[in-house]
């Protein structure tokens, strides 16, 4: 195998990682397996040589942070390869994490989530909560009563080693960052594919001379194995771009043909000729269009919709997944996302700035500013009427719908999952990859139906504390059940 194939397999074995760690039942036993081992092996390593004992720290930390909801078990799977080989893999890390990033359904910065991931405050929090879950755990009740107490000693000697525990993954972290090419954070925020692809005719590419005007990689460097971490992403289509295209087009459809919105509102939209449809009010109620020319879409809400029903709109989450959420695993997903709005964090670095100012200030002329130390506001839920309601609030395409909207007792919510590993899903993906390697349009008789495969979750959502003034009377609190077509 060439080093380009690997560094591609490297890449692609994240997404597999998060997945099996996202397993309901399987990821935490993957994870109590990995910890309740890591913690033996502190517990017997006492007279082990240095350099061992920091391999055993390093060992631990790495279980800690597979305990992470989502993108845990990716990330641990990076750090512990590229310890194995740091020449080959210690470039690629922000790639591999963004990979791990996306394949949970995170779109935030990678290289702020992998130090957010090894610090200790997070390592504390892991170490100190699974103790129970082990505990608990049919392989440690497997264990014989000396393994038992050599495990719990185990876990209390990692709590009690977190500044050396987390020191050797740091100094680990920085070493390898330092390697890593900037670029690839910062130019190509994209997340590479599982598997090669012609790109398409249009110039993806920053620099002809590494990628030609076809998006195709300089075949000098693909021989001799040069590729870097941003090439290898510029050669295959960015996965998350693609699978936003297909997801967008499946959900639409979805919704106005399946689901009926379009036809109580006059009738179902031609399929996949981006025509308008009578029941979608955002997007200029265009309907998206499997295509090759792929445009990622931003955050906020995805979609909002009339319906023609008791509650007369509908607001929607699109999301798509090489493997399938439960609704619990998407109900989870989505406070995971909240965590990370980038409108809010810079408000607050920007009240934070003001606020050392005007400390300065008053530290010079002895007079007091009345200003508070700002704290980040609490993270408010995705999907949680209360995150609706600042976006619907922020939103000029609404027209005379946006008062309506501000109401809860309006509007039914929607995360509508589109699978591309099966179904309905898996056939939009096998015809806009066959059209890409062809470099031809896509052929709508290709992908006819947007029906198999699709969930419908209707109860995955979280609230946020909100004022009473905020509901409309007579509101129903959440909407209930889930209906999948």
Sequence with gaps: MTETAELQDFLGDIATSVALGMVPFLGQAIDIYDTLHAAYDLYTSSNASQEAKEEVYFDLALAAIGWIPGPGDGIKHTLKTINKNPKKYAPLLLDA??????????????HQFLMDSISQGKIREII?????????????????PHMQQAVMIGIDMAAQSLPMVVGIVERKVQTWLKVNPKSTAAKHNTAPVHEAKSAPPAQVGNKKSEVGSQGKANPAKVLNGTLNAAEIAIVNLPHNQKQESIGEHVADYYCDHELGWGNALGGKSNHDKGH??????????KMSVLDVEIKARGVGIDA????????????????TRDIGLSEQGMKSLLVR??????????????KVSEFKKAEKNSAKTGQAHGLSKPELEREVPKMSHKWIKDRVEKRLDLGGHKDALMFQNKYTRHVIQVVTSKGDGKAHKDELNKALEEQRAVVEGHHPAHKAGIDNFTNAFTEAPQPQSQVAPNQAPTNSGRRKK
Excluded: F, M
Excluded at 98 to 109: E, W
Excluded at 129 to 142: F, L, P
Excluded at 337 to 350: G, L, V
């Design 276 to 285: 308008a449809s009578k029941a979608k009010l955002t997007d200029r109620a």
């Design 128 to 144: 100190n909560g699974v103790k129970s879950d082990i505990a608990h755990s049919s392989v440690y009740k497997r264990c014989d």
């Design 337 to 350: 996302e909240s965590a990370q709005d980038a409108d809010k964090k810079a408000a607050h670095r920007k």
């Design 304 to 319: 909002i919709w009339r319906t023609g029903q008791v509650k007369p709109y509908a607001v929607a989450e699109y999301k």
């Design 97 to 110: 994490v963004r990979q791990a990033l996306y394949a949970a359904g995170y779109k935030v910065d990678p």
